[in-house]
Nanobody
Framework: RGSAAGVGGGLVQPGGSLRLSCEGSGFSLENFAIAWFRQAPGKEREGVSC?????????MYVDSVRGRFTISRDNAKKAVYLQMSNLKPEDTAQYYC?????????????????????WGTGTQVTVSS
């Protein structure tokens, strides 16, 4: 059974940058569409960004991060990255990567409605001065 770990979070000042990594083991991460979600205390979980499988490659972003976040993948390292720039306090949240068996060789689904099956370990991002 495969697993994934989200790493790279931390404390950063407003306007700063962080890069999150979703690192897979035991499964071919490159064959699946991978999404990043976040959840802040007292708020619902929100789909932030997604990248299609390697055969698809499309990307999508929620409006609040478009132009500031970039999602990419490195198949050799079995990793999907979320480069976050110009971070704002409202970006503070626990970030998770996720996928589903049905996202094998597919592009990104509608993250508001799609039921993810596999969740990586979360990584905390705190944006504060």
């Amino acid at each position: 059974r495969g697993s994934a770990a989200g790493v790279g979070g931390g404390l950063v000042q407003p306007g700063g940058s962080l890069r999150l990594s979703c690192e897979g083991s035991g499964f071919s991460l490159e064959n699946f569409a991978i999404a990043w979600f976040r959840q802040a205390p007292g708020k619902e979980r929100e789909g932030v960004s997604c990248i299609g499988s390697s055969t698809d490659g499309n990307t999508m972003y929620v409006d609040s991060v478009r132009g500031r976040f970039t999602i990419s993948r490195d198949n050799a390292k079995k990793a999907v990255y979320l480069q976050m720039s110009n971070l704002k306090p409202e970006d503070t949240a626990q970030y998770y990567c996720a996928t589903a068996l049905s996202l094998w060789n597919r592009g990104c689904p509608n993250l508001r409605h799609y039921r993810m099956e596999y969740w990586g370990t979360g990584t905390q991002v705190t944006v504060s001065s």
